[in-house]
Nanobody
Framework: VQLQASGGGLVQPGGSLRLACVAS????????AGWARQVPGKEREFVAV????????YYAESAKGRFTISRDNAKNMVYLQMNSLNPEDTAVYFC?????????????????WGQGTQVTVSS
């Protein structure tokens, strides 16, 4: 499955962004999906994941209460709504997909990645 992420940009602290990722090549509903982020010098880490149907989600502690992951399998899309952004959220954000992704899934074991989209939170 091919993934294409978009929606990053520069936002002030306290602001919001919505990232979007479109999937192609396979039946997207057969894949779990997630969003991960990476800053220079650090490992990529998941911030939110959702199961195939979208009914089950997992959030990293840093994302709880501020980020919402959702998907529309009819449109082959997965989204990440990010609110109350702070400078610590500055990173390159990647969408990901695989047959299974959950709170125990290691980034290195995920098979499909989109290109990153830069999110910068700064005044």
């Amino acid at each position: 499955v091919q993934l294409q992420a978009s929606g990053g940009g520069l936002v002030q602290p306290g602001g919001s962004l919505r990232l979007a990722c479109v999937a192609s090549g396979r039946t997207f509903g057969n894949y779990a999906a997630g969003w991960a982020r990476q800053v220079p010098g650090k490992e990529r880490e998941f911030v939110a994941v959702t199961n195939r149907g979208g009914g089950s989600t997992y959030y990293a502690e840093s994302a709880k209460g501020r980020f919402t992951i959702s998907r529309d399998n009819a449109k082959n899309m997965v989204y990440l709504q990010m609110n109350s952004l702070n400078p610590e959220d500055t990173a390159v954000y990647f969408c990901a997909a695989d047959r299974r992704i959950d709170s125990t899934t290691a980034v290195r074991n995920v098979g499909y990645w989109g290109q990153g989209t830069q999110v910068t939170v700064s005044s």
